[in-house]
């Protein structure tokens, strides 16, 4: 059990790190990105629950349109 716990309390904090690497990150704003992703988590209560959540901000409004657009074939269908 206390693995599951530190595994889940880890959970993401590579795949930021990597993120961060990737677009070029200092290490500085990558430790402040895992230190805000773990409050995050805390927060939110996502340790808690096996399906997560995140928020995400898209750049531009054709992920949106296309989710509209997906709802409504499946209200109108």
Known sequence: MP????????????????LC?????????TVNMIVSFTLFKFSHHILKYPIIGIAVC??????????????NLQHTG
């Open 3 to 18: 693995l599951e716990c530190l595994e889940r309390t880890l959970l993401g904090d590579r795949e930021i790190a990597k």
């Open 21 to 29: 690497k990737l677009l070029g990150f200092t290490p500085n704003d």
């Open 58 to 71: 898209p750049i531009s409004t054709a992920d949106c349109q296309r989710g509209f657009g997906a709802m």
